[in-house]
């Protein structure tokens, strides 16, 4: 909503229409009124209108330096925006080799499990067939002391 506010400029009164606050505005005609009194009491020679075109321009020096800060703020904000999204996106595809390869050892440790359990049973299965020759074994000793013993009594 538009405002209408009265300040009062090197001894005039000026009615300003603005959106701004009006204690903004009375801030801003007191800073104005301060630097144009400070060149003022420096040079007595200096009128009023000279004043104010040298506030004029060395506000204008401020806001063109301002702005391109703002400027180069602003490109430092895009390149560190830029980078983030960089870094995010190898982030990203480092969990998903991460992934990759912990999907890829658990694969491994099950083959080395089965690898094992295989070995297990190879040596469990000879270990069962020499225990099984070796029970064999006594039974062909017997039949043939059997047999030597028949055939000596013979």
Same mark, same amino acid.
Request: proline share 2%; net charge negative.
């Given at each position: 909503?538009?405002?209408?506010?009265?300040?009062?400029?090197?001894? &005039?009164?000026?009615?300003?229409?603005?959106?701004?606050?009006?204690?903004?505005?009375?801030?801003?005609?007191?800073?104005?009124?301060?630097?144009?009194?400070?060149?003022?009491?420096?040079?007595?020679?200096?009128?009023?209108?000279?004043?104010?075109?040298?506030?004029?321009?060395?506000?204008?020096?401020?806001?063109? &330096?301002?702005?391109?800060?703002?400027?180069?703020?602003?490109?430092?904000?895009?390149?560190?925006?830029?980078?983030?999204?960089?870094?995010?996106?190898?982030? $990203?595809?480092?969990?998903?080799?991460?992934?990759?390869?912990?999907?890829?050892?658990e694969?491994?440790?099950?083959?080395?499990?089965?690898k094992?359990? &295989?070995?297990?049973? $190879?040596?469990?299965?000879?270990?069962?067939?020499e225990?099984?020759?070796?029970?064999? &074994?006594?039974?062909?000793?017997?039949?043939?002391?059997?047999?030597?013993?028949?055939?000596a009594?013979?």
């Open positions: 909503m538009m405002s209408r506010v009265k300040v009062v400029l090197c001894g &005039k009164e000026y009615v300003l229409q603005t959106e701004e606050a009006p204690s903004y505005v009375y801030q801003l005609a007191k800073t104005l009124e301060k630097r144009i009194s400070d060149i003022t009491e420096k040079s007595p020679r200096i009128s009023a209108h000279s004043a104010v075109m040298m506030v004029a321009l060395s506000t204008m020096d401020e806001l063109t &330096k301002a702005n391109t800060g703002v400027e180069v703020i602003r490109s430092q904000v895009k390149e560190y925006v830029d980078e983030a999204g960089k870094a995010r996106m190898e982030r $990203d595809a480092a969990l998903r080799e991460i992934d990759v390869l912990k999907a890829k050892i694969q491994l440790e099950n083959l080395l499990k089965l094992s359990l &295989k070995e297990r049973i $190879d040596a469990d299965q000879a270990a069962a067939a225990a099984e020759e070796a029970s064999a &074994k006594p039974d062909e000793e017997q039949l043939t002391l059997t047999e030597e013993t028949s055939a009594e013979a």
